[in-house]
């Protein structure tokens, strides 16, 4: 009998405002994620983590793989660029329908995977973005959390995707360590609750960021 898998998705913004010293916070944040979570045994057997990048174009960055099989490159930001997020939630449903194993009479499926969001601007494809967002709800994710990251991050379009939105004042490493190691903590909760997606169930936020 296959173990049942939660799929995590992590959908990154790499546009050109995200380069220098944001985008090598990130990677580092992601590392310490990755290392954090492999330490828990249930995580270690249950997470699966997909990260998809977007600025001019949405890429599959990593497809869905188990914890203990990934080894990343960095993840670079172009000099400028806009930010299709509307094209990685495009991207996000062609994924998550190709991966996700649904429940038959004979097995059961994957929990409901769960869905963290991260952007330091707006979305340039606007209306793409609206349009995707019925049928992101369709795909019944169990939990959707969104982080704007910096002061032009526009939080007013992430609550069109989630409740759940999330900031940080500044772009510096201690912000997005502390982003990463609350999304790994929220990751492990979600694998031990098997993958319920209560919001509850949370961890608090470390003190730079702010619900």
């Known amino acids: 009998?296959?173990?049942?898998?939660?799929?995590?998705?992590?959908?990154?913004?790499?546009?050109?405002?995200?380069?220098?010293?944001?985008?090598?916070?990130?990677?580092?944040?992601?590392?310490?994620?990755?290392?954090?979570?492999?330490?828990?045994?249930?995580?270690?057997?249950?997470?699966?983590?997909?990260?998809?990048?977007?600025?001019?174009?949405?890429?599959?960055?990593?497809?869905?793989?188990?914890?203990?099989?990934?080894?990343?490159?960095?993840?670079?930001?172009?000099?400028?660029?806009?930010?299709?997020?509307?094209?990685?939630?495009e991207l996000l449903i062609r994924c998550v329908d190709r991966d996700v194993r649904k429940s038959t009479p004979d097995s059961r499926g994957d929990w409901r995977p769960l869905l963290f969001v991260m952007t330091d601007g707006s979305p340039s494809d606007l209306h793409t973005f609206r349009q995707t967002i019925p049928e992101i709800r369709r795909r019944d994710f169990g939990s959707i959390v969104a982080c704007a990251a910096g002061p032009k991050a526009r939080q007013d379009y992430l609550r069109e995707l989630t409740a759940q939105v999330i900031a940080l004042d500044t772009l510096d490493a201690a912000a997005f360590a502390g982003f990463f190691k609350w999304v790994s903590a929220s990751v492990a909760v979600g694998s031990g609750h098997a993958g319920t997606g209560d919001a509850d169930a949370l961890p608090p936020l470390p003190s730079e960021i702010q619900l």
């Open 1 to 89: 009998m296959s173990i049942r898998r939660l799929p995590v998705y992590i959908l990154l913004d790499t546009s050109g405002s995200m380069r220098g010293e944001p985008i090598h916070s990130v990677n580092a944040g992601l590392q310490s994620m990755f290392s954090a979570l492999r330490q828990d045994p249930y995580a270690l057997e249950t997470v699966h983590l997909s990260i998809i990048t977007f600025d001019v174009e949405a890429r599959e960055y990593l497809p869905l793989t188990p914890l203990d099989a990934i080894r990343l490159d960095d993840i670079r930001a172009p000099d400028s660029g806009a930010t299709f997020l509307g094209a990685a939630l």
